[in-house]
């Protein structure tokens, strides 16, 4: 290393001055990055459309839990945000009537985070 070889106060100090200019080079991306998060938290916070999948969650988690001391949920929790593409759509004679009374026949719905999708642009139409 080239800083080996020299002796004393200047090498501590050419340490130092090479700290310096990679903090500096470090600060700028530091800004960067937190610049970023802030603008994402900022839609986080703002966006209507995850407001409404969110509160169409709540409805259908309610819907399902109706009768049980789950049913009346005033939120979701994160636990069940990471399962919900685990759970499988019924699609029953009476699910796909109801379908079809949308005009929706054709859609065959695999997963409860697609009947969720759908809910929410159908609300989203209705109140147009």
Known sequence: CALASIRGDMRAKMQSALFLAGAAAAQEEAAVVLASFSRACTEVRTSTLLKDVLLEMLRVGNLINAGTARGNALAIDLDS?????TYRADM???STRALGAMG???VRLRHLSDFIALAVVHRREWTA
């Open 92 to 94: 029953s004679e009476a």
């Open 81 to 85: 945000l990471s399962k919900i593409r």
């Open 104 to 106: 929706l026949g054709s």
